[in-house]
């Protein structure tokens, strides 16, 4: 391994006083400035509470469970989406349906969004297409408790949309 | 009038008060407003809002700063000096408010037969005082940086002590310089020997001088570009990584009436204080007195404009802050077109003289203040340009350049003094 050497370009007598080099920078500082002032709607910024940021359409936000036409989730409790997680977030309790063509159904079903990742292999696994990922982000609550999602918060409509 | 009133006006007690009010109008009032406007300044070279949340335009957020820093814990390392940890803040404090009390504010008025100057104190030392109690602001970073016990904090304390040393004197002997342009050490003197024509300021009689004090002042004020005392990215905080809660405080209130010194100094040594280049010849023997009903006019419009952009809705909403702001400032405008429509009708410059004396008065300052807004915003305009020394730079730039420049510009002004052309 020899010394890298990198040739610095060297400075004129001009660059090297500074101060006109300095001003030049100071005129670029002053124009980003006025231009936020004068035109606020070209900051590259959004006033977040009011103003939402647009996700793109894969976004993976929080988990919603499809429902069939009479509002039972479309779940089997088939535990490929348990076994896919690669955080241990879900946790799936079967019990047997009503409906004789169905054969399971979820009594509990149950996100921890604590320890979810967000990859979406659950929904990768899913044979029935019965989970996928909203737009939904805004998603803080007050306690643990509250972030373990059950049946009918995964089951709620997307934000904005249904 | 009343014989109270006239009593009231023509006590020296009135105007030393007066003069202490706008000396805190400029330091511990002005503030919250520095803060503000340095953290508004940066969001918008930066591309982006700033504090824009509380209160129109976000001024609250200064003293809801200010309310957080003081509930916080004050932690003292167990290691600390505690009785030098405890007066390093209150030193800079001091020190930074100190300098306030020879600046002169206004020129002579005369009230009543009775001449008065906004002026706390017109030492015929003037300038000397402000650096020997300037250059006492070391101690308040040095002793904090060795006192807290911390090796970071000890370096800044120590890089503090080197670069205010070095820049002192640049910095006094570029004063020197002016000083023998001026011939006089007293402030007020020196503002008036720049009135008139604009190349009697001081910027134009020693503009070498003008620039090594600029360079020195912003190293004294330990600001980019010579934050090297606090360094973020070298040693943490610097001095003050120890310091928490409201000492902590005084050191950020401190570094901002340093920079408010500054700025005033400025003005008051090399951009004619409070005057109105061609003053005289343009608007007669009472320019000021003349001036006051355009200020009036003038501020009426701008707060006019402000108080109808506040009422705008912000975000798509009106916020109650934002619509008291737009009410007090449609007031203020209306109080501004009263004052110099009243002033303009009576004609108060000939025919009132007190009412003259006291509306050139308020000239002055809002020409004052003027100027000082600018060279405040330029210490907020070079923070968020300029990137940090390296040590060496900072060295070799001050005892390699500066100190040889500021003695070359006292060879060149005391010949050209001498020669009798300044």
């Not at chain 1, 647009?54 to 089997?76: L, N, Y």
């Not at chain 2, 008051?268 to 343009?282: C, D, N, S």
């Not at chain 2, 809002?366 to 000082?372: D, I, Q, R, S, T």
């Amino acid at each position: 391994m020899g010394v890298k050497k990198i040739n610095r370009p060297k400075q004129d007598w001009w660059e090297r006083l500074y101060v006109f080099e300095m001003a030049r920078g100071m005129s670029i500082t002053l124009r980003h400035a006025v231009l936020s002032w004068v035109k606020p709607e070209h900051r590259p910024c959004y006033e977040y509470p009011e103003v939402r940021r647009p996700v793109a359409e894969r976004f993976r936000g929080r988990h919603r469970i499809r429902q069939r036409e009479d509002g039972s989730p479309s779940c089997v409790a088939c535990y490929c989406c348990q076994t896919a997680c690669p955080s241990n977030a879900i946790d799936i309790v079967a019990e047997e349906s009503d409906d004789p063509k169905i054969e399971k159904r979820p009594k509990t079903f149950t996100i921890n969004m604590l320890r979810c990742i967000f990859c979406g292999m659950c929904v990768e696994a899913c044979p029935k297409d019965a989970i996928y990922m909203t737009h939904d982000y805004e998603l803080a609550d007050r306690s643990r408790e509250q972030l373990r999602y059950g049946l009918e918060v995964l089951m709620k409509p997307e934000e904005g949309k249904d | 009038m009343p014989e109270w009133v006239k009593i009231v006006l023509t006590s020296e007690y009135t105007w030393a008060v007066a003069a202490l009010v706008v000396a805190y109008v400029f330091t511990l009032v002005g503030i919250p407003v520095y803060t503000w406007l340095e953290r508004r300044g940066a969001g918008f070279i930066q591309r982006r809002p700033g504090p824009n949340r509380r209160g129109p335009y976000g001024i609250i957020q200064a003293i809801a700063d200010a309310v957080k820093l003081a509930v916080k814990e004050d932690v003292v390392p167990a290691a600390a000096n505690k009785w030098l940890h405890a007066i390093a803040p209150m030193i800079v404090m001091t020190v930074a408010l100190t300098t306030f009390a020879v600046i002169p504010w206004s020129g002579d008025f005369v009230l009543f037969g009775d001449t008065f100057r906004l002026q706390i104190a017109d030492l015929n030392f003037g300038i000397i005082f402000i650096l020997a109690i300037s250059s006492m602001g070391v101690y308040g970073t040095a002793l904090a940086g060795w006192s807290s016990n911390n090796k970071y904090s000890l370096l800044g304390g120590l890089r503090s002590g080197a670069q205010m040393v070095s820049y002192e004197i640049s910095m006094g002997l570029a004063i020197v310089g002016l000083l023998l342009v001026f011939g006089t050490v007293r402030l007020s003197e020196m503002v008036f020997q720049q009135s008139g024509a604009i190349w009697y300021w001081g910027v134009f009689q020693a503009p070498l001088a003008f620039v090594i004090y600029m360079v020195a002042s912003y190293a004294e004020s330990n600001r980019v570009p010579f934050d090297l005392v606090e360094a973020d990215s070298e040693i943490v905080a610097g001095y003050h990584t120890e310091y928490s809660s409201l000492r902590f405080g005084l050191f950020y209130m401190g570094e901002y009436v340093h920079m408010a010194v500054i700025s005033v100094l400025t003005v008051v040594l090399f951009f004619g204080g409070w005057h109105i280049p061609w003053a005289q010849e343009l608007f007669g023997p009472q320019p000021y007195a003349v001036l006051f009903p355009w200020l009036m006019f003038v501020l009426a419009i701008v707060f006019f404009l402000i108080g109808w952009d506040a009422s705008l809705p912000k975000r798509r909403v009106h916020t109650k802050g934002n619509l008291i702001m737009s009410a007090l400032m449609i007031l203020a405008a209306l109080g501004s077109v009263l004052a110099g429509g009243l002033y303009w009708t009576y004609d108060a410059t000939n025919s009132i003289p007190w009412i003259a004396s006291l509306a050139g008065v308020v000239t002055q300052l809002a020409v004052l203040g003027a100027k000082f807004a600018f060279f405040f915003w330029l210490f907020i305009w070079i923070r968020w340009t300029m990137p940090r020394f390296r040590y060496d730079q900072l060295m070799k730039l001050g005892w390699k350049v500066l100190l040889p420049l500021a003695l070359l510009n006292i060879c060149i002004t005391s010949v050209l003094v001498l020669a009798g052309w300044l």
